[in-house]
């Protein structure tokens, strides 16, 4: 069964171990994983309540005031198709109602998804520094 939390302060690394961060070079250790999700805004987590493993997570940083932006939103792949990511996006979307925008940025590939939950098609600009991509 599949529980969802709202406390990366509850978890610890070893619950972290594999398989995030999907055809990353160069990925962050779970220790890093786990400040990312400490360091954020909000997050919501998907854990199997079988084996105690994070099986899922969104992150969201935010001013707290006006916009929120999504950078992180990943499954396990055994766990794909059981409408882990679509229930991690409503339930961030809706600990950010109170906000004038929520924006993300993804692939043309995977707007059908956000444009189910509500998102809209727009363009983004980025800068990615790839030798910070493993947070060392």
């Known amino acids: 069964m599949i529980e969802y939390s709202f406390d990366a302060a509850a978890i610890a690394a070893d619950q972290l171990d594999g398989g995030f961060f999907e055809g990353w070079p160069n990925p962050p250790s779970a220790a890093d994983h786990l400040r990312i999700l400490r360091g954020s805004f909000a ?31 990943e499954v396990l792949v055994p766990y794909r198709g059981a409408d882990i990511g679509s229930t991690l996006v409503r339930l961030m979307v809706d600990r950010l109602r109170s906000l004038y925008m929520i924006d993300l940025v993804c692939d043309e590939n995977v707007q059908p998804f956000y444009q189910r939950l509500g998102f809209r098609a727009m363009s983004a600009m980025s800068v990615r520094n790839y030798d910070r991509q493993s947070c060392n």
């Open 43 to 73: 997050v919501v987590l998907a854990l199997d309540s079988g084996t105690g493993k994070v099986v899922g997570f969104i992150t969201a940083i935010s001013d707290g005031v006006s916009c929120a932006f999504i950078p992180y939103l």
